[in-house]
């Protein structure tokens, strides 16, 4: 086992919702990590099965308990944790999927050669498990590393480090206010986000966390979650993508995330992009419900809209 090092202790946050199924497979895939973490802090969001009386039946000083005390969702969860963490690092994962018994140890080893540097986050790759097939899947994570500056930019672009990857300073968790519980989906792009503007980021590009793909919907598989997180993002950073990408960009992009909202008949969503971003927001509206009509120039046009909006970025990058 690697030597513990006194300049990092690691604490590990996992957000739980009626997962007695499928968390002990996940925290006893911490336990077994070649670099122990400090401490496991299972935070519970209200509960109905008998996740509690699981977790303390591993009577270990380590695995810990926490109740959120009212539902508030993930972000809400992993807060606590941070807040009650005693580690100076903050691992993070989820309540359903695992980590391959080195994780840790690769992460902090990178850490090391950077003499524990609080403004840098390493992230690792990860592969798929489907549960229903017993298969593993290759799963590509962007490449995401280098400085501050490159990474804020890229990040503005697209969703690239999964939460169970990301190991992050307690200290730069608390300079971008923790996280954003508004985010409902596409939680990590808008927390690496804001951790990009004041952290250099590695990427391991080994696939260190396994990914669990359940029957039945979680809410990185709902397509109207998805599509609704997106323009969150969008909306939320709009000033600052405007700021390094231009105006027509964002343009492009709202066009072809209000395209795929008509193209699943989100018409509520559809609804509000158009009302916040189009000064003839009726008209706009007249005119992405007659697209419906026709899907075929529908899936054209999101298909021209997303690759313009790329080929404009590659000349801004």
């Given at each position: 086992?690697?030597s513990?090092?006194?300049?990092?202790?690691?604490?590990?946050?996992?957000?739980?919702?009626?997962?007695?199924?499928?968390?002990?497979?996940?925290?006893?895939?911490?336990?077994?990590?070649?670099?122990?973490?400090?401490?496991?802090?299972?935070?519970?969001d209200c509960?109905?099965?008998?996740?509690?009386?699981l977790?303390l039946?591993?009577q270990?000083?380590?695995?810990?308990?926490?109740?959120?005390?009212?539902?508030?969702?993930?972000?809400?969860?992993?807060?606590?944790?941070?807040?009650?963490?005693?580690?100076?690092?903050i691992a993070?994962?989820?309540?359903?999927?695992?980590?391959?018994?080195?994780?840790l140890?690769?992460?902090?080893?990178?850490?090391?050669?950077?003499?524990?540097?609080?403004?840098?986050?390493?992230?690792?790759n990860?592969?798929?498990?489907?549960?229903?097939?017993?298969?593993?899947?290759?799963?590509?994570?962007?490449?995401?590393?280098?400085?501050?500056?490159?990474?804020?930019?890229?990040?503005?672009?697209?969703?690239?480090?999964?939460?169970?990857?990301?190991?992050?300073?307690?200290?730069?968790?608390?300079?971008?206010?923790?996280?954003d519980?508004?985010?409902?989906?596409?939680?990590?792009?808008?927390?690496?986000?804001?951790?990009?503007?004041?952290?250099?980021?590695?990427?391991?590009?080994?696939?260190?966390?396994?990914?669990?793909?359940?029957?039945?919907t979680?809410?990185?598989k709902?397509i109207?979650?998805?599509?609704?997180?997106?323009?969150t993002?969008?909306?939320?950073?709009?000033?600052?993508?405007?700021?390094?990408?231009?105006?027509?960009?964002?343009?492009?992009?709202?066009?072809?995330?209000?395209?795929?909202a008509?193209?699943?008949?989100?018409?509520?969503?559809?609804q509000?992009?158009?009302?916040?971003?189009?000064?003839?927001?009726?008209?706009?509206?007249?005119?992405?419900?007659?697209?419906?009509?026709?899907?075929?120039i529908?899936?054209?046009?999101?298909?021209?809209?997303?690759?313009?909006?790329?080929i404009?970025?590659?000349?801004?990058?």
């Amino acid at each position: 086992m690697m030597s513990f090092d006194s300049f990092i202790s690691i604490s590990v946050v996992i957000p739980t919702y009626n997962r007695t199924k499928t968390i002990r497979y996940c925290i006893d895939s911490i336990l077994k990590q070649t670099y122990p973490a400090h401490e496991i802090l299972i935070v519970d969001d209200c509960s109905t099965d008998e996740i509690e009386s699981l977790i303390l039946s591993y009577q270990n000083p380590k695995v810990k308990f926490l109740p959120l005390g009212f539902k508030g969702g993930a972000q809400a969860a992993r807060n606590l944790g941070i807040t009650r963490a005693q580690g100076n690092w903050i691992a993070f994962q989820d309540s359903d999927d695992e980590w391959r018994e080195d994780k840790l140890k690769k992460q902090v080893e990178a850490l090391r050669l950077l003499d524990f540097d609080e403004n840098v986050v390493v992230h690792t790759n990860c592969i798929t498990y489907i549960t229903s097939q017993k298969r593993y899947n290759d799963f590509n994570i962007p490449v995401i590393e280098g400085s501050s500056e490159d990474i804020y930019r890229k990040l503005l672009l697209q969703p690239a480090p999964l939460f169970p990857t990301i190991l992050a300073s307690k200290k730069a968790l608390e300079r971008i206010n923790l996280l954003d519980t508004n985010i409902k989906s596409f939680q990590e792009w808008d927390t690496t986000i804001r951790l990009a503007k004041q952290c250099n980021f590695v990427h391991l590009k080994e696939p260190l966390f396994v990914y669990h793909l359940h029957e039945g919907t979680t809410i990185s598989k709902n397509i109207y979650a998805e599509i609704k997180g997106y323009y969150t993002i969008r909306k939320k950073f709009k000033e600052e993508i405007i700021s390094e990408f231009g105006k027509l960009y964002f343009q492009l992009d709202i066009i072809w995330i209000t395209l795929r909202a008509i193209e699943q008949n989100f018409s509520d969503i559809s609804q509000e992009i158009t009302r916040d971003n189009f000064s003839n927001h009726r008209v706009w509206a007249f005119f992405f419900r007659s697209l419906n009509r026709n899907k075929s120039i529908l899936k054209l046009l999101i298909s021209a809209s997303n690759k313009t909006k790329n080929i404009l970025v590659r000349t801004k990058l």
